[in-house]
């Protein structure tokens, strides 16, 4: 057996009593990791003799203390503090380790810092679990019966952790983590045993082009949030103005909040309706092919170009080729990605004549001066994708 660990995140819609509960724990979770901050930057400033006669105090230390207080802890689990506790000394680590990609760790703003605390399932209490008469409802210590948007996509899973957080349009979500056995993850649609193979090209109008010939656009409705967003965006900025003029912070002003949180939401659209399309398209190619071969992203080569930058940036190929890869794995397929130099849409899929005349991105249908060949140019590329790769297995 070979398990994974995997999660599902997904909406909740806690009701009054539990949100201020889980609002609490927020607050608990940042004041908790403020204060183990603040106790290094006291130490920092100390001489040896002094921090030698100093105390530190851990979590539990300082939970005793604000316990002491009035009692305003009794809603949150002692866990969600715990784990602020070791999140903030892996920060330090990975800090040490990687000084160029992780930033040192500092106070976490009431306002601008993420809200989230996460909870680890205790085995013996088994204190999270879903309810056996509604796979819509999951128990949370402290919360209760917490209401989920889905039911959770998984079978004969262990739970083992869940992370609640809020976005930034002031709705509730949930990370589920689960260890479960590769097979028995749920696919459906699943092909047991294909014989096809498929190379893909991450295409520059439609989304991708796969190596029979299939164009796969983006979901029509993105386009149509993409030019909501674009508007709102203007007004927003007009707003920005319009306080900056005035002499008045961003914070107090009333328009501009309104209409920052208006952007948000459609941000968050947005990428549910991406996510949704990419897990839905990587699904059916991974569920279909036996062996799957992309071009390997070389996003910074092509953001060089201006024109091309907004369509990468939007198009999440990263997290496309990403999600091929994992769910590859989970299926044992074979996944390739080959080489970003290969000439993958100069090169003749008929002949192998490599020819300069598609370097022109406009250029969508050519014929090969060597063997007179007509090609669409990206089902070309993608066959070519699909022949290299094969080499390489
Ligand atoms: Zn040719």
């Given at each position: 057996m070979s398990l994974i660990l995997t999660a599902h995140k997904m909406r909740i819609y806690p009701n009054n009593e539990q949100i201020s509960i889980i609002e609490t724990t927020f607050g608990a979770a940042r004041r908790m990791f403020n204060s183990l901050h603040a106790q290094f930057e006291e130490r920092s400033k100390m001489s040896t003799v002094e921090r030698e006669n100093h105390i530190y105090k851990n979590y539990t230390a300082l939970k005793n203390e604000w316990d002491n207080?009035?009692?305003?802890?009794?809603?949150?689990?002692?866990q969600a503090l715990a784990n602020v506790s070791l999140n903030y000394n892996k920060a330090w680590s990975n800090y040490k380790k990687n000084k160029k990609h992780y930033k040192i760790p500092t106070f976490k703003s009431k306002h601008i810092a993420r809200k989230s605390y996460s909870l680890n399932r205790n085995n013996v209490k088994n204190d999270i679990y879903i309810s056996k008469e509604n796979n819509k409802l999951l128990k949370v210590p402290k919360l209760g019966f917490v209401r989920l948007s889905q039911k959770l996509r998984y079978k004969n899973y262990n739970l083992k952790k869940i992370t609640i957080s809020k976005s930034t349009t002031n709705n509730y979500y949930i990370s589920i983590l689960v260890a479960i056995d590769k097979k028995s993850l749920?696919?459906?649609?699943?092909?047991?045993?294909?014989n096809d193979k498929v190379g893909l090209d991450l295409g520059l109008i439609d989304y991708i082009v796969d190596s029979n010939g299939n164009k796969i656009n983006n979901p029509k409705y993105l386009k149509k949030f993409e030019v909501k967003l674009a508007k709102e965006q203007k007004i927003l900025s007009r707003r920005y103005e319009q306080a900056k003029k005035d002499g008045r912070l961003l914070s107090e002003s009333k328009n501009y909040q309104k209409q920052r949180l208006k952007v948000a939401k459609i941000h968050e659209k947005i990428r549910n309706v991406r996510n949704d399309f990419l897990h839905k398209l990587t699904n059916t190619i991974t569920n279909e092919s036996q062996v799957v071969i992309v071009e390997s992203l070389n996003v910074k080569g092509m953001m060089k170009n201006r024109n091309l930058s907004k369509h990468i940036s939007d198009a999440s190929w990263g997290e496309f080729v990403n999600q091929l890869e994992y769910k590859s794995e989970r299926k044992e397929r074979t996944f390739v990605k080959i080489d970003t130099f290969f000439p993958s849409s100069k090169?003749?899929?008929?002949?192998?004549e490599i020819h300069e005349?598609?370097?022109?991105?406009?250029?969508r249908e050519w014929q090969c001066p060597s063997c007179n060949s007509i090609h669409d140019r990206d089902v070309n590329a993608a066959i070519n994708i699909l022949n290299e790769g094969l080499t390489l297995i």
């Open positions: 207080e009035n009692n305003w802890l009794e809603n949150v689990a002692s749920n696919h459906k649609g699943l092909k047991i045993k294909s090169m003749c899929s008929d002949c192998k005349l598609t370097n022109d991105l406009s250029v």
